[in-house]
């Protein structure tokens, strides 16, 4: 049972409504104005008791194999769930993925993330920018937000953006704020950062150079092989990073 | 007496929590709405409509939109005087203040003012200031769009409700997500952007009016950019639907028509709207809610009447925001439900609220990476925004080499993983003992947020256990106790016109700005107003009352001849 739930006196088979009442109850006596310390400790068990039942499977729910693997993973490294010629692949998990599912399903993750790639090098910066807001799914909160932690390993696993795109896309997906997904993948956004190209391009010269817009295109063409690639190295560094974790 | 003060970037308004419950007081032209707009004539000032209209007749004499510079150290001259944003604050807050206090007969000791969620440190300490010059005590400010829930709250008083609030007033934009139950009001998070309001809508009307009419912003004189803005200002509320909204302005003896429709208006102001896009996410994100679980989303500030506004809201929410809100008048509302709160008024007692912290604060630190090449300028929260508020939190440091001399704590606020896209609040620093080694050289910081946004910084010494306490650094846009008294001293040398005038004052400002504005009226209009003149110095109540609503009637005519050309 958690502390959480002792603390606010209540049994362990407490739903939301009996967290709420007895956090109400007990603010009554302990208010934020006169008894900033006292309200601390109530606030946290109040905000710790939401959190272990949002944690807290629901009964009819049997464990996945994500969260099987996530014991196997170093805390505090980050996750995605692949998908690959229909294949499911399973990387450690990370927490909201059961929920995203939804704002997921109808929306082609990959194919939008190789065209991320390909107006990155095809749009300067301005325009590359207002592409991605113009982006009618990506008004959807839910989906935005399932799409940031996918978008940031796909990217590792590519050719570097000029630093003026890696910018405007981290900013339009929220990572270059921190929070708990952006902790979470401090290593690949600063590997990110380290590799993104040196800005200075001429726009104007890329998008009428025919050489660029053909290898941009090849993208798509060579999506198969490419991936492939980048998956097997995605797993080798996962592993590394398991053994390597273990070792130190 | 408590009052709850609406300090605005366009209007403020001033209102009192009593048994019927919130109650807003009007001006002495009876209006709810004052224009935070001030003006200066030789030592008298004028503060409200009078002064909007001024804004056109004495434009080198009157200013407004003053909010935006609050937290800065700009100083605006009107006349022969200059004046820092806070004591342009305090001169509407004194102006609302003669408003309650005649509404209520007695007088005002203490005000809670509303300010952004998103306001900085320097900027909620500025409006204090400015209710110190206007000779009341703030001991709590209250955010915005907390403010407009707890107005809506009471009003619907439902069993258990979570909604998000949009605040888009003439000069800040916040979001805020609450949740109500028993009677606790609690913010799950706030976000939003201090410079992105009205104002900036109608700033790309005027530049798309002048790219289309040739002519350049910067060679308008002030009275005619003033001309201009009020025409946009008026012509951007009828922006909507099919139909274009036509305007009509005279410039340089020229006179310009021009209209736009809804469809270019929304391509304009597409980069504003992509600027409230981001707030809206990371407070979502950070309040760990859905769409779906929202109740009800609540548009308040006037801004938000634009259709551009509901229709963005729509977009990411999946439906259409509730309208049955009065947009200028929620705030008010709210901080006086927050002056009754803090009057400890016996219906209220029961009421809690619970507000957080909008920024994050942290620290810098360096990393080691595998390689074992040390990186610096990495921000380290220590306490995460929208942490529900007061809340304290320690973390431990130690240095990064024995060679170490030194250990210097920055202290920032702000949302980037680097320091340096972040907001330093000070330092503190202290030497170390090299012969204890980096393990024993650690120590404890403490950061301690309290219920009015002050922000203490405690360091422990682990191995000696010496206590350092942070002294913020002295910001350069506040002003220190000597310069509020001597401010103090110089705002009460300026001379208001008695409430009873007010109405006068405002007749002749407004007929003084319709003088600038209609080329071919001006003779008419110069006789009226040396006719109204005259009988003001009469000092006969009941002719100057007399002659006022004629007066007032004839240019309410010449005024809707040139708004409607047409009709």
Not at chain 2, 165 to 172: A, E, I, K, N, S
Not at chain 2, 338 to 353: F, Q, T, V, Y
């Amino acid at each position: 049972m958690s502390w959480a739930l002792r603390e606010l006196g209540l049994p362990a088979d407490a739903d939301e409504r009996a967290i709420k009442r007895a956090y109400a109850a007990r603010l009554k006596t302990v208010r934020p104005e006169t008894d900033p310390e006292g309200f601390q400790k109530l606030n946290e068990a109040y905000q710790a008791a939401l959190e272990w039942l949002r944690q807290r499977p629901a009964p009819s729910e049997t464990p996945s194999e994500s969260s099987a693997a996530s014991n196997a993973a170093p805390s505090g490294y980050a996750s995605v769930k692949l998908h690959f010629e229909g294949v499911p692949i399973s990387m450690p998990p990370f927490r909201s993925a059961r929920r995203d599912e939804n704002a997921r399903a109808d929306f082609d993750e990959q194919d939008f993330f190789f065209t991320v790639l390909e107006q990155s090098e095809q749009l300067d910066p301005r325009a590359f920018k207002q592409w991605l807001e113009r982006n009618e799914a990506l008004y959807s909160m839910p989906l935005k937000a399932a799409l940031a932690e996918p978008l940031v390993w796909f990217l590792h696993d590519q050719p570097p953006l000029t630093r003026e795109h890696l910018a405007i896309t981290l900013a339009f997906f929220g990572l270059d704020t921190v929070n708990d997904t952006t902790m979470r993948l401090q290593e690949p956004l600063h590997r990110l950062h380290q590799t993104a190209r040196r800005s200075g391009t001429d726009w104007e010269e890329v998008m009428s150079d025919p050489r660029r817009t053909g290898r941009s295109n090849a993208h798509r063409e060579s999506i198969s092989p490419r991936m492939a690639l980048w998956l097997t190295m995605c797993v080798m560094l996962g592993l590394a990073r398991c053994f390597g974790g273990g070792s130190t | 007496m408590i009052v709850g003060i609406d300090l605005g970037t366009t209007h403020s308004l001033i209102g009192a929590y009593s048994e019927q419950g919130s109650t807003l007081f009007r001006n002495a032209l009876g209006d709810h709405l004052t224009p935070s707009v001030v003006s200066v004539d030789g030592d008298t000032v004028l503060v409200g409509q009078a002064a909007r209209d001024r804004l056109i007749s004495h434009p080198h004499h009157t200013v407004a939109s003053f909010k935006r510079w609050m937290g800065t150290a700009r100083e605006t001259r009107l006349g022969d005087r200059s004046f820092r944003p806070e004591e342009l604050s305090a001169l509407v807050l004194r102006s609302l203040l003669g408003d309650a206090e005649a509404a209520l007969g007695e007088k005002i000791e203490e005000a809670v003012i509303s300010v952004p969620a998103y306001f900085s440190d320097a900027q909620r300490k500025a409006t204090r200031t400015a209710g110190e010059l206007a000779g009341v005590r703030v001991e709590r400010l209250i955010n915005e769009p907390t403010a407009a829930a707890l107005a809506y709250g009471l009003q619907t008083r439902e069993e258990e409700s979570r909604f998000v609030v949009f605040d888009l007033g003439g000069g800040t934009f916040d979001v805020s997500i609450l949740e109500c139950f028993d009677n606790v009001f609690e913010v799950h998070a706030s976000a939003g952007d201090n410079f992105l309001g009205g104002e900036d809508f109608l700033d790309v009307l005027v530049e798309a009016f002048c790219r289309d009419r040739s002519l350049r912003r910067q060679a308008l004189s002030p009275q005619e950019y003033g001309q201009l803005r009020r025409r946009l200002e008026l012509l951007k509320r009828d922006i909507g639907g099919a139909a274009t909204a036509p305007m009509q302005i005279a410039i340089d003896g020229r006179e310009h028509a021009w209209e736009i429709d809804e469809e270019r208006f929304a391509r304009l102001c597409e980069p504003l709207m992509q600027r409230m896009r981001s707030p809206i996410e990371r407070a979502m994100r950070d309040a760990k809610l859905q769409p779906a679980q929202l109740n009800e989303i609540v548009l308040v500030g006037g801004a938000s009447r634009m259709p551009l506004v509901a229709r963005l809201v729509s977009r990411m929410f999946g439906r259409l925001p509730l309208r049955h809100v009065n947009p200028d008048q929620a705030i008010a509302l709210g901080a006086s439900v927050a002056a009754g709160l803090k009057s400890r008024d016996a219906k209220l007692e029961e009421i809690i609220l619970t507000d957080v912290c909008p920024y994050t604060l942290g620290t810098q630190i360096a990393r080691r990476d595998h390689n074992g090449q040390v990186h610096t300028g990495y921000f380290h929260p220590i306490i995460l925004r929208n942490s529900t508020v007061p809340v304290s939190r320690e973390d431990q440091f130690y240095p990064m080499n024995e060679q170490q001399q030194k250990l210097v704590i920055d202290i920032y606020q702000g949302e980037n993983p680097l320091v340096v896209n972040n907001i330093k609040l000070g330092e503190i620093s202290m030497d170390l003992d090299k012969r204890r080694g980096t393990d024993q050289n650690g120590v404890t910081v403490r950061f301690t947020y309290d219920i009015n946004g002050l922000l203490q910084v405690e360091v422990t010494e682990h191995a000696t256990q010496r206590r350092h306490e942070l002294l913020l650094e002295q910001n350069p846009g506040l002003m220190t106790p000597e310069e509020i008294r001597a401010r103090l001293a110089a705002l009460a040398a300026l001379k208001v016109h008695p409430r009873d005038q007010q109405e006068n004052i405002a007749v002749l400002a407004r007929a003084e700005r319709l003088y600038e504005e209609h080329l071919h009226e001006r003779e008419r209009l110069q006789e009226w107003i040396m006719q109204f003149r005259a009988v003001v110095d009469t000092q006969d109540a009941a002719l100057i009352v007399r002659n006022r609503e004629q007066f007032v009637e004839a240019l309410d005519a010449l005024e809707s001849l040139t708004l409607n050309p047409q009709a």
